[in-house]
DNA sequence: TGTCTCTGAATTGCTGTCTA
DNA sequence: TAGACAGCAATTCAGAGACA
């Protein structure tokens, strides 16, 4: 992928696929007049991205402009495409690398309502951020959909996302009453039993679709039904729902549809050279920050070596097995705030454990922000270890 | 979209126990 | 005896879900 050298183009055009490739820039000429007529009437026509990026923020957030929301989302074309990618890269998924860029910008607004200029990020390094939890977000929860068996789905699914649902599948009012009605009475008398996955939750047993046809026959208006009718209706429920709640990725650039030619990007037009010079800063980054990780892997796992048995016990309690603060106390018959203060009192070891770490090691002041920051790392840190003790393990070594 | 409710987690102020 | 730690009860905070 070509970096793109101008203010212009940097607000002005978008990455096109071709299959799982990046094909070229093309322009938008709207945004392209735009961004032209800015740099034109402005003194600020040399300023960096980072002005520019803020002063469209700024736009976006006193008039919610959409013009301004597409010049930012042309300038977040390379951070969504490097997330997608490592993603891509680090997960693996069914979803291909223009799924998960595209599943990233569908969120972009999420960005430009949580950006704080005044905390003194930048917009572009914010954006990175904030696309890899949307993306391991839509990831983890598409997974559990796949998972879920039909009966499952329905057990998850709260009244609201069903009636949107339904809704979204163009069935009148009427009918998606009587859906309602059928998934009501589901809900209220087929519960799973204890110890099974709530993944897995097993088609009712011809007794229970008896009983839930008959309370559903009580509070119906209309004809009585026979279970393998109100069962077909659950299942048209649970297909809405996974059609609505997670709908086949369209590309942007696929085909318009009804039309043999042409494609929804095909207005825009740039031609550019490839170059591997941006894939080389990004492994560079990435093998710097991999060499970070280990160090704080060592680091953390140095100091955990050296609590007490009790004291790791929590933590494997807590952070391993998922318990509640409450489930904890129960179990090691003492109270609950008492589990919160020894917990609060070992996080308050790491975190200053790792705060000196990184004093000494990166020469960072140890400010109220790098304080937090080191907080968010440990808790990730904490569950990764916990989940998976093998990995950091390895990465230790 | 805003409000309400519920739940888990964290905090606060006071008191008791233990130990150097 | 001071300081560290823990117990207790009440309160506050934050996030998620339901609902009008």
């Given at each position: 992928?070509?970096?793109?050298?101008?203010?212009?183009?940097?607000?002005?055009?978008?990455l096109?696929?071709?299959?799982?490739?990046?094909?070229?820039w093309?322009?938008?000429?709207?945004?392209?007049?735009?961004?032209?007529?800015?740099?034109?009437?402005?003194?600020?026509?040399?300023?960096?991205?980072?002005?520019?990026?803020?002063?469209?923020?700024?736009?976006?957030?006193?008039?919610?402009?959409?013009?301004?929301?597409?010049?930012?989302?042309?300038?977040?074309?390379?951070?969504?495409?490097?997330?997608?990618?490592?993603?891509?890269?680090?997960?693996?998924?069914?979803?291909?690398?223009?799924?998960?860029?595209?599943?990233?910008?569908?969120?972009?607004?999420?960005?430009?309502?949580?950006?704080?200029?005044?905390?003194?990020?930048n917009?572009?390094?914010?954006?990175?951020l904030?696309?890899?939890?949307?993306?391991?977000?839509?990831?983890?929860?598409?997974?559990?959909?796949?998972?879920?068996?039909?009966?499952?789905?329905?057990?998850?699914?709260?009244?609201?996302?069903?009636?949107?649902?339904?809704?979204?599948?163009?069935?009148?009012?009427?009918?998606?009453?009587?859906?309602?009605?059928?998934?009501?009475?589901?809900?209220?008398?087929?519960?799973?039993?204890?110890g099974?996955?709530?993944?897995?939750?097993?088609?009712?047993d011809?007794?229970?679709?008896?009983?839930?046809?008959?309370?559903?026959?009580?509070?119906?208006?209309?004809?009585?039904?026979?279970?393998?009718?109100?069962?077909?209706?659950?299942?048209?429920?649970?297909?809405?729902?996974?059609?609505?709640?997670?709908?086949?990725?369209?590309?942007?650039?696929?085909?318009?549809?009804?039309?043999?030619?042409?494609?929804?990007?095909?207005?825009?037009?740039?031609?550019?050279?490839?170059?591997?010079?941006?894939?080389?800063?990004?492994?560079?980054?990435?093998?710097?920050?991999?060499?970070e990780?280990?160090?704080?892997?060592?680091?953390?796992?140095?100091?955990?070596?050296?609590?007490?048995?009790?004291?790791?016990?929590?933590?494997?309690?807590?952070?391993?097995?998922?318990?509640?603060?409450?489930?904890?106390?129960?179990q090691?018959?003492?109270?609950?705030?008492?589990?919160?203060?020894?917990?609060?009192?070992?996080?308050?070891?790491?975190?200053?454990?790792?705060?000196?770490?990184?004093?000494?090691?990166?020469?960072?002041?140890?400010d109220?922000d790098?304080?937090?920051?080191?907080?968010?790392?440990?808790?990730?840190?904490?569950?990764?270890?916990?989940h998976?003790?093998?990995?950091?393990?390895?990465?230790?070594?």
């Amino acid at each position: 992928m070509q970096k793109r050298g101008s203010v212009l183009e940097i607000f002005s055009t978008f990455l096109q696929f071709e299959s799982d490739w990046i094909s070229r820039w093309i322009a938008d000429p709207k945004l392209h007049r735009s961004m032209q007529q800015c740099l034109s009437q402005s003194s600020q026509s040399q300023e960096s991205n980072h002005f520019w990026a803020l002063y469209w923020h700024k736009v976006w957030q006193t008039q919610k402009s959409p013009l301004a929301s597409a010049h930012l989302c042309a300038y977040l074309q390379e951070a969504s495409y490097w997330t997608a990618k490592k993603m891509t890269m680090t997960f693996g998924s069914s979803l291909s690398l223009m799924d998960l860029f595209q599943i990233a910008l569908l969120k972009i607004d999420k960005i430009f309502q949580t950006f704080n200029p005044q905390q003194g990020t930048n917009l572009e390094q914010y954006a990175s951020l904030v696309f890899r939890s949307i993306i391991k977000d839509e990831l983890r929860q598409r997974r559990e959909i796949d998972l879920c068996t039909n009966w499952a789905l329905l057990h998850k699914l709260s009244q609201k996302k069903l009636l949107e649902a339904l809704q979204f599948q163009g069935l009148n009012p009427e009918a998606i009453a009587e859906y309602l009605l059928a998934w009501k009475c589901f809900q209220a008398l087929y519960a799973p039993s204890q110890g099974r996955s709530t993944r897995k939750i097993p088609e009712p047993d011809a007794t229970m679709w008896g009983q839930i046809c008959q309370v559903y026959n009580q509070q119906s208006f209309k004809k009585p039904l026979e279970p393998d009718i109100l069962k077909k209706r659950l299942e048209t429920c649970a297909k809405a729902a996974r059609a609505y709640l997670y709908p086949q990725m369209l590309s942007v650039d696929a085909p318009k549809p009804g039309q043999e030619e042409g494609s929804f990007l095909d207005s825009l037009s740039l031609d550019l050279q490839h170059s591997l010079e941006s894939e080389i800063i990004a492994q560079e980054e990435e093998e710097i920050r991999k060499q970070e990780r280990e160090q704080i892997n060592g680091v953390l796992l140095r100091a955990l070596i050296k609590f007490d048995v009790q004291s790791q016990r929590l933590l494997q309690m807590y952070y391993g097995q998922g318990l509640t603060q409450q489930e904890i106390a129960q179990q090691l018959e003492i109270k609950q705030y008492t589990v919160s203060r020894r917990l609060a009192s070992q996080r308050k070891t790491l975190i200053l454990t790792l705060g000196q770490w990184a004093q000494n090691t990166l020469h960072y002041s140890l400010d109220a922000d790098v304080l937090n920051k080191i907080n968010t790392i440990l808790e990730e840190w904490l569950k990764v270890h916990y989940h998976h003790p093998d990995l950091s393990a390895r990465e230790v070594e």
